[in-house]
Nanobody, 124 residues
Framework: QVQLVESGGGLVQAGGSLRLSCAAS????????LGWFRQAPGKEREFVAA????????YYADSVKGRFTISRDNAKNTVYLQMNSLKPEDTAVYYC?????????????????WGQGTQVTVSS
């Protein structure tokens, strides 16, 4: 019922920045928790960042804390991931996800809807 489409990925040099967007359609996600995950080649999908439906609770993986910022614009039905000071180890396919329970959670299985991902490649 909810479609999520990521955009904004690409190739960037180490130390650079990218802003990922995830546009939701089908219904409003204003009451959903929203999260970002990533999967690098040969690795498991890992949690990156999440925001509760109210926006008052955010959670970040230690690996991105201080560099990445999650935000949402409910009027646009969109969640963003601002990525600064990018490192080669940030290279991955990035996925956004939505949780009907409205929470900011790091567990993949807690999310009900997923986008198809956008590639982020950081060169050194």
């Amino acid at each position: 019922q909810v479609q999520l489409v990521e955009s904004g990925g690409g190739l960037v040099q180490a130390g650079g920045s990218l802003r990922l967007s995830c546009a939701a359609s089908g219904r409003t996600v204003s009451t959903y928790g929203l999260g970002w995950f990533r999967q690098a080649p040969g690795k498991e999908r890992e949690f990156v960042a999440a925001m509760s439906w109210s926006g008052g609770n955010t959670y970040y993986a230690d690996s991105v804390k201080g560099r990445f910022t999650i935000s949402r614009d409910n009027a646009k039905n969109t969640v963003y991931l601002q990525m600064n000071s990018l490192k080669p180890e940030d290279t991955a396919v990035y996925y956004c996800a939505a949780d009907r329970d409205g929470l900011a959670r790091p567990e993949s299985y807690q999310y009900d809807y997923w986008g198809q991902g956008t590639q982020v490649t950081v060169s050194s």
